[in-house]
């Protein structure tokens, strides 16, 4: 019996301990997401400042939105606070403490959220977001794709030209390779720090940067392609 008790104790102790954890992390998430964030498309192509704020309102706490975000997100028009649910979740809701749109984190400082029927949104800190809008202006322009050798086997052109909601356009030039050929991208975007190129036919081809400032395609093979800004 001693040792029955002495388990449940240790039982006790743990359920306690988790719960204590638990608490700390909603705890600390509600601290760490205050500030201003930008709400957005995927890629940016229609964005709203979010300023989260720690006083408690009705259902959660308070949150501002700029004037422009009922117009670029038409969503936003029912969010009047936000609230932390279960351990991670951040929860833009209505007036009723209905959930808009709720968010997880998938890296430091950016949260998903996906609305059923119109696609995912991004929510990260504002300075970081601009900052990413700072590297995408740097992409435009033209490029050369060439192998691992330094042998040049195509060219193209990443433009700001909307494609759709949330890609770009992109123009090779004369005279590729015939697998880049094939491939024929028509559209890009700049997703967490790859620049993905998109086909017709819906193929898809990723560039990471590498220690040297270049932009190499992943997965990497024993023949790379490798992207240069021109």
């Known amino acids: 019996m001693a040792a029955l008790r002495v388990v449940a104790l240790l039982i006790a102790a743990c359920v306690a301990a988790i719960g204590a954890a638990r608490a700390q992390d ?3 998430l509600k601290k760490e997401m205050v500030g201003q964030w930008e709400l957005s498309t995927t890629e940016r192509s229609k964005t709203c400042v979010v ?3 720690g006083d ?3 259902q959660g706490f308070k949150l501002e939105l700029e004037p422009a975000c009922k117009t670029a997100l038409p969503f936003t028009k029912d969010i009047v606070a936000w609230s ?3 351990l991670d979740i951040v ?3 209505d007036a009723t403490g ?3 749109i709720d968010f997880t984190e998938v890296e430091a400082g950016i949260f998903e959220g996906l609305r059923q029927g119109e696609g995912v949104y991004i929510l990260q800190d504002l300075a970081a977001a601009r900052s990413m809008a700072k590297s995408m202006d740097q992409m ?4 050369s794709i060439v192998r691992g050798n330094g042998q040049p086997v195509c060219g193209l052109t990443l433009t700001n030209t909307e494609a759709d909601q949330d890609n770009f356009q992109v123009f090779l030039k004369p005279k590729c390779d015939a697998a880049i050929a094939q491939f024929n991208p028509t559209q890009w975007r700049l997703e967490r720090g790859q620049i993905i190129l998109m086909s017709k036919s819906g193929d898809v081809w990723q560039f990471e940067a590498d220690d040297n400032a270049q932009w190499r ?3 990497d093979t024993a023949d790379p392609l490798i992207m240069l800004r021109q």
């Open 26 to 28: 909603a705890t600390t």
């Open 51 to 53: 300023t989260i704020k």
């Open 56 to 58: 408690p309102v009705a």
């Open 84 to 86: 932390v649910k279960g």
């Open 91 to 93: 929860r833009l809701q």
């Open 98 to 100: 209905e959930s808009v």
């Open 140 to 143: 435009i322009g033209d490029w």
């Open 217 to 219: 395609r992943v997965p």
